[in-house]
């Protein structure tokens, strides 16, 4: 059974900063390209990252770039999304997603993120 579960959220101040992890189980981790999502008030459902099956690629959103990091660890099966400079809208759930053929199969169950002063 494929399994995605997300840790490291909480309330931060806007500047501050979080570590996101997600542990995967079930499958064999580095054969898939992985993604984060959020979802937030403003703009609903937005694809965030994207990290390849080695970890040597990744890819971001506009509204991300130079402030989050994705990365990989396959012998721990886990994908990490470092946030950084977290602004008020940056405040959502943050899902942790595996990529199949461009799409999403597997879902985590999301893990919140606040940012508030």
């Known amino acids: 059974e494929v399994q995605l579960v997300e840790s490291g959220g909480g309330l931060v101040q806007p500047g501050g900063s979080l570590r996101l992890s997600c542990g995967a189980s079930g499958f064999t981790f580095s054969d898939y390209w992985m993604y984060w999502v959020r979802q937030t008030p403003g703009k609903g459902l937005e694809w965030v990252s994207i990290v390849n099956r080695n970890g040597d690629s990744t890819y971001y959103s506009d509204s991300v770039k130079g402030r989050f990091t994705i990365s990989r660890d396959n012998a721990k099966n886990t994908v990490l999304l470092q946030l950084n400079s977290l602004q008020t809208e940056d405040t959502g759930i943050y899902y942790c997603?595996?990529?199949?053929?461009?799409?999403?199969?597997?879902w985590g169950k999301g893990i919140l993120v606040t940012v508030s002063s």
């Open positions: 997603a595996r990529d199949y053929r461009n799409g999403i199969d597997y």
